[in-house]
T-cell receptor, first 113, second 113 residues
Framework: SQQGEEDPQALSIQEGENATMNCSYKTSINNLQWYRQNSGRGLVHLILIRSNEREKHSGRLRVTLDTSKKSSSLLITASRAADTASYFCATDAPGGGADGLTFGKGTHLIIQP | NAGVTQTPKFRVLKTGQSMTLLCAQDMNHEYMYWYRQDPGMGLRLIHYSVGEGTTAKGEVPDGYNVSRLKKQNFLLGLESAAPSQTSVYFC????????????FGEGSRLTVL
């Protein structure tokens, strides 16, 4: 069953604008990760935020985590055409996660030039 | 450094045929995973392995078998393919179970007629 659910399912913005995607999950987590998938390609890791962190930055990416609301958001600032992709949140269960990450269904982001 | 390599990239099967997907990683990762990705469903875990000689079932294991005879390779087999197994299959690996990012292959697109 899906642990994370991204919102919105699709987002179209103009180049240069900021893009915000949200992720909600159901059970306690050890950490939450965001991945990007370009069309026809594999997923690429973007950023990991641990359950005891509230915010994390990496270049133009900003991730927040609210464990009380079981939600996370991914902000991409100053978007570029190359940011067009699907974005997935993924969670690890507490106590480990040898059985991998549980992924949401993704947000499809389109950056209009 | 190739990372995670999947073969074949594309395959068309007839119902009832068998095939094996090969995943190879050169990062000395202990943990390896097979996911399937279907439209609107996100990624779902099929089987995984926590080390050479080990395998375990994921969320959707029925109709698939796996083997991990060598640490660097993780094979996914379909003994009798069904149209419901038409999907894009992704292999992933990671070094650590509870903090590690997943490294994905480029995917194998399988069509079962």
């Amino acid at each position: 069953s899906q642990q994370g659910e991204e919102d919105p399912q699709a987002l179209s913005i103009q180049e240069g604008e900021n893009a915000t995607m949200n992720c909600s999950y159901k059970t306690s987590i050890n950490n939450l990760q965001w991945y990007r998938q370009n069309s026809g390609r594999g997923l690429v890791h973007l950023i990991l935020i641990r359950s005891n962190e509230r915010e994390k930055h990496s270049g133009r990416l900003r991730v927040t985590l609210d464990t009380s609301k079981k939600s996370s958001s991914l902000l991409i600032t100053a978007s570029r055409a190359a940011d067009t992709a699907s974005y997935f949140c993924a969670t690890d269960a507490p106590g480990g996660g040898a059985d991998g990450l549980t992924f949401g269904k993704g947000t499809h982001l389109i950056i209009q030039p | 450094n190739a990372g995670v390599t999947q073969t074949p990239k594309f395959r068309v099967l007839k119902t009832g045929q068998s095939m094996t997907l090969l995943c190879a990683q050169d990062m000395n990762h202990e943990y390896m995973y097979w996911y399937r990705q279907d439209p609107g469903m996100g990624l779902r875990l099929i089987h995984y392995s926590v080390g050479e000689g080990t395998t375990a079932k994921g969320e959707v294991p029925d109709g698939y078998n796996v083997s991990r005879l060598k640490k660097q390779n993780f094979l996914l087999g379909l003994e009798s393919a069904a149209p419901s197994q038409t999907s894009v299959y992704f292999c992933a690996s990671r070094l650590e179970s509870y903090t590690g990012e997943l490294f994905f292959g480029e995917g194998s697109r399988l069509t079962v007629l």
